[in-house]
């Protein structure tokens, strides 16, 4: 049937507002992100400048490029 109107509702072609507060990351989401990151560089920066013990041990860089990674990874899921 040509030209007959059909409200949206009808055909299933609404899509639903969500509520406004719906999927948020809670408060403390964004400070961890940044947290682990910051971490990640201080702990590579400290690493090349021998500040920690064991001086410039590959551990070290392993354990800041998995702090700034894991701070990437929880910046994709921030809401």
Same mark, same amino acid.
């Given at each position: 049937m040509v030209g007959r109107y059909v409200d949206p509702e009808a055909r299933g072609r609404v899509t639903r507002r969500r509520p406004v507060n719906a999927d948020h990351s809670p408060p403390w989401f964004g400070w961890l992100l940044i947290d682990l990151m910051v971490f990640g560089v201080m702990v590579i920066t400290l690493n090349y400048l021998q500040v920690l013990p064991d001086s410039a041990s590959s551990w070290y /860089?392993? /354990?800041? /490029?998995v702090s700034m990674f894991s701070g990437f990874y929880l910046a994709t899921l921030y809401k």
């Amino acid at each position: 049937m040509v030209g007959r109107y059909v409200d949206p509702e009808a055909r299933g072609r609404v899509t639903r507002r969500r509520p406004v507060n719906a999927d948020h990351s809670p408060p403390w989401f964004g400070w961890l992100l940044i947290d682990l990151m910051v971490f990640g560089v201080m702990v590579i920066t400290l690493n090349y400048l021998q500040v920690l013990p064991d001086s410039a041990s590959s551990w070290y /860089l392993a /354990l800041g /490029l998995v702090s700034m990674f894991s701070g990437f990874y929880l910046a994709t899921l921030y809401k």
